[in-house]
């Protein structure tokens, strides 16, 4: 009985230690699943945007289409006419 | 600053601060890309061409790039279709797809564009004009049609009408010669082109022109058929703030 006993014993000392290699082979995982998934670089952690001009520059370029020039009384006489052509 | 004339695009360069060959050479070469006149151009080749997709050339899909932006902002009045159907054409890098059938005019642009390329050559200060639509590097003064003058300090400057060529801006919204009240509408712009663009547009709105102008703070001078001469807000106010 004495034997049995302690064999039993042994038993369940060596599941108890199975079932905790275990869990903490999960957690360890588990951890650094999600550790990569939220540091690693390269991982797109939101919704991707297509490489190209900021949004602002090209409206900077189209304004420039729609913009006044800067004029100011003549002060001798024209070298030049505008007109239609 | 000496002054030289010479003629390209069917009308008459003056350019003064670069040298004539220089600027014979630009508009030769948008000339020979652009022209209606050349069957040989890319232009012609392109609006023969039975393909709805097509590879352009660089200067061509630069130059059709600016004609979409233009016909954006000005709600289709300047248009590379002439037909209001500019949104139907598509420009991916240099590669051009249009419905098949569906002729191009660039000149809406062009000349204007070969007007700010040759003026970009210009080392120190002068100024490049064709036809009268104007580009300047350093202040030069201006004759306006029906009488007096303007410094341009910086930009260009351009004038759209029927004085020298009758009826023939087309209205895309119509699809006929414009029957604007106005004979001669003179825009300054950031560059020969937004002037350009700016006076064809101002034009082609007839009564609204003005307003048009002002709105977007583009300085504008319009002649009436009459002979009467209105000016913009900005035109107006640049003149009296010196």
Redesign the interface.
Known sequence: MAADSRIERARARARSAKALIGASTLLVFGVAFVGAKVHAPGHAKGKTSPLGAPKSFERAV?R?????????????????????? | MTVHRLEAMGCEIVAAGIDPETVARVFEEWEDEFSLFRPGSELCRVNRSPAEVLAVSPLFARALDVALDVAEDTNGLVDPTLCGRWREVRLVGRLLSRPAGLALDLNGVVKSLAVDAAAELIEGEGFVSAGGDIAVRGPVDVALPGGGAIRVVAGGLATSGTASRGRHLVDPRTGEPSDSLWEQVTASGSSCLAADVAAKAAFLLGPDGPAWLDEREIPGRFVALAGDVVESRLWTGALACI
């Open positions: 189209k420039s289409i729609a913009q006044g020039g800067v004029i100011a009384p003549a002060v001798q006489p024209p070298p030049v006419a505008s007109a239609t052509s």
